[in-house]
């Protein structure tokens, strides 16, 4: 048997049937939410980066409400039904101490939104300080989890440098 395999990365999602796919990312504080209808063999996994927009020219598929919005319409349209939907939700790692816990916020936003959307949660592995190796089958729900210390680039950020005379430099 052929096995076809998707990466995705921060914004992208990914959804399929059967198992024949398998579906992997690379987490540090972004969170992936893996949904699957168990009676049509229907899944797909999302990455998400923010758990709200940070401003009106961000990019949307980075939030978590339309990561979650736009996989769960992708899998209907492929036959699933929305009451029928197991979650299984990883990520959300403190990757650098002392700055804003960007990943416990989107922990939060993923467990409050399968909470509030009536979404059963199977499992979890949230928190902590380390990046996720993450492979979904989407037609049965099985995951695998690969802890690593390996450094995850989860966003280009761009600072400014100063030259000490007012003039900022990117």
């Known amino acids: 048997m052929t096995r076809q395999h998707v990466h995705i990365t921060q914004g992208e999602h990914a959804t399929g049937t059967g198992s024949d796919l398998v579906i992997s990312t690379l987490l540090g504080s972004c969170v992936a939410c893996c949904l699957w209808d168990p009676t049509v063999d229907v899944g797909g996994m999302n990455h998400m980066l923010l758990a709200h927009t940070p401003g009106r020219n961000a990019h949307r598929t980075l939030s978590g409400i339309n990561a979650m919005e736009l996989l769960i319409n ?4 492929l036959g699933a039904a929305r009451n029928r939907l197991r979650a299984k939700a990883f990520g959300g790692a403190c990757m650098i101490s002392g700055l804003s816990d960007i990943g ?13 959307e009536s979404i059963p949660l199977v499992t979890h592995s949230l928190g902590g300080s380390m990046a996720r190796n993450i492979r979904f089958w989407p037609g049965t729900g099985r995951v695998m989890q690969k802890i690593t ?12 440098i100063s030259n000490g ?3 900022e430099l990117f």
């Open 149 to 160: 210390d390996a450094a995850v680039s989860e966003a280009d950020v761009i600072v400014p």
């Open 165 to 167: 005379n007012g003039l």
């Open 104 to 116: 416990a916020q989107n922990a939060e936003f993923t467990l409050q939104y399968l909470k509030q």
């Open 74 to 77: 992708d899998l209907v349209k």
